[in-house]
């Protein structure tokens, strides 16, 4: 365990400058973190969710199987020649 070289001390320069510079992006992304994580907990707590309702009322439709087609069938009318 020597001396920093100077790729120790570039790693720790850009740190640094992620850090304290660039116009405080971590704490914009901290923030948006801090109001995601706030938006999720209201959510939760909230058992009488309306879009919940709305999303549980609404009909469902098949899904067929992987490999299986699907196939709609007609009905034809006996052809009446004389």
Known sequence: ????????????????????????????????????????KKNMAEPDDESMEEANAKPSGTIAAPGTRTTTTTTREPSTTS
Request: hydrophobic letters at 60%; a positive charge; charged letters at 10%.
């Open 1 to 40: 365990m020597g001396s920093f070289s100077i790729w120790h001390w570039l790693v720790v320069l850009a740190v640094i400058l992620l850090l304290f510079g660039g116009g405080n992006k971590i704490s914009g992304v901290m923030g948006d973190f801090a109001k995601g994580i706030k938006s999720f």
